[in-house]
């Protein structure tokens, strides 16, 4: 009922930018958090930032003064603009949604199929 939508990924130098879209689509009630993770080969994967319906965010102390997670409510979209890239920023970035299909105030958590992003010179 619920499908994320990833893109913008993509190859960048370092200290370049890249911004990603999540855009929510189906029978959605209603949208809580919204966030974005990654997972680097071998690696777990990790919370990057999230985003509350209120607009409160927190990000990874990894990506603190260089990423910056916003939503647009009305679009069920959120982006993930990410400056001063790193090769260590490599990985696979997933969007998130706490989402409730029903109107009952029950969320559960879908996920995108994720997007590449590569930071190499």
């Known amino acids: 009922q619920v499908q994320l939508v990833e893109s913008g990924g993509g190859l960048v130098q370092p200290g370049g930018s890249l911004r990603l879209s999540c855009a929510a689509s189906?029978?959605?009630?209603?949208?809580?958090?919204m966030g974005w993770y990654r997972q680097a080969p071998g690696k777990q994967r990790e919370l990057v930032a999230y985003i509350t319906s209120s607009g409160r965010t927190k990000n990874a102390d990894s990506v603190k003064d260089r990423f910056t997670i916003s939503r647009d409510n009305a679009k069920n979209t959120v982006y993930l603009q990410m400056n001063s890239l790193k090769p260590e920023d490599t990985a696979v970035y997933y969007c998130?949604?706490?989402?409730?299909?029903?109107?009952?105030?029950?969320?559960?958590?879908?996920w995108g199929q994720g997007t590449q992003v590569t930071v190499s010179s």
């Open positions: 998130n949604a706490e989402a409730d299909v029903t109107g009952d105030r029950t969320y559960y958590d879908y």
């Open positions: 189906g029978s959605i009630f209603s949208i809580n958090a």
